[in-house]
């Protein structure tokens, strides 16, 4: 069964005006799908997320992180939650099984404010970045092979390297990459690869 997989981040100062700035240096970081490229929706939650959004914009062409961000900005709330959506090209096997395409895979980016779900941030992440199911990285479901592990692989650099770069590049102080499995991606990854060693 596949778990979400998380990368959670924390700056040391996220107060109203420093939020949004920390969230765009991260969409910077983010490696967007060419087929599907950009900000694909927006939702601005007040809080909790009990609440109904007081916003959400749809934009089937995508539009820039840039102009996402300025969209948020218009709204800077320390009790609001921020998320925005974009997609990146991972490796998935095809419908047969025996060969494998780039497919744009969702991404959320939830931003919250310190004051948003009863200072959720701290548990989450001030930007809590929510991967998808840990399948993409695993890929439990397609027999192991030389390409399987290959792709694997490839699609578990491009994790670490958009997490790499978001510690180097946006301020954050803290990070962590986390499911709600008992076993950390890392040791799925082990278990997974070695079976074709």
Same mark, same amino acid.
């Given at each position: 069964?596949?778990?979400?997989?998380?990368?959670?981040?924390?700056?040391?100062?996220?107060?109203?005006?420093?939020?949004?700035?920390?969230?765009?240096? /991260?969409?910077?970081?983010?490696?967007?799908?060419?087929?599907?490229p950009g900000i694909t929706h927006f939702a601005l939650? $007040?809080?909790? @997320?009990? =609440?109904?959004?007081?916003? %959400?914009?749809?934009?089937?062409?995508? /539009? +820039? $992180?840039?102009?996402?961000?300025?969209?948020?900005?218009?709204?800077?709330? =320390?009790?609001?939650?921020?998320v925005f959506e974009g997609s990146w090209d991972l490796?998935? $096997?095809?419908?047969?099984?025996?060969? @494998?395409?780039?497919?744009?895979?969702?991404?959320?980016?939830?931003? !919250?404010?310190?004051?948003?779900?009863?200072?959720?941030?701290? !548990?989450?992440?001030?930007? %809590?970045? +929510?991967?998808?199911?840990?399948?993409?990285?695993?890929? $439990?479901?397609?027999?192991?092979?030389? !390409?399987?592990?290959?792709? /694997?692989? %490839?699609?578990?650099?491009?994790?670490?390297?958009?997490?790499?770069?978001?510690?180097?590049?946006?301020?954050?102080?803290?990070?962590?990459? @986390?499911? %709600?499995?008992?076993?950390?991606?890392? !040791?799925?990854? /082990?278990?997974?690869?070695?079976?074709?060693?």
């Amino acid at each position: 069964m596949p778990d979400p997989l998380y990368l959670s981040l924390w700056f040391p100062d996220f107060s109203g005006p420093e939020m949004l700035p920390h969230a765009f240096a /991260i969409l910077q970081q983010f490696p967007f799908s060419a087929q599907r490229p950009g900000i694909t929706h927006f939702a601005l939650h $007040p809080v909790s @997320w009990n =609440e109904a959004t007081v916003l %959400e914009r749809r934009f089937p062409l995508g /539009i +820039d $992180p840039g102009q996402a961000a300025l969209l948020a900005a218009e709204t800077v709330h =320390e009790d609001y939650a921020y998320v925005f959506e974009g997609s990146w090209d991972l490796w998935t $096997p095809d419908l047969t099984k025996e060969s @494998w395409v780039l497919e744009p895979a969702l991404v959320k980016f939830i931003v !919250q404010g310190e004051e948003f779900d009863d200072r959720a941030y701290q !548990q989450t992440g001030h930007v %809590e970045v +929510d991967f998808g199911p840990d399948s993409f990285f695993l890929q $439990p479901e397609t027999s192991l092979s030389e !390409q399987t592990s290959e792709k /694997i692989r %490839e699609n578990v650099a491009k994790l670490v390297e958009f997490s790499k770069n978001v510690e180097k590049n946006s301020g954050t102080s803290a990070r962590l990459l @986390w499911s %709600e499995s008992e076993e950390s991606l890392a !040791q799925k990854l /082990i278990a997974r690869l070695q079976r074709v060693q």
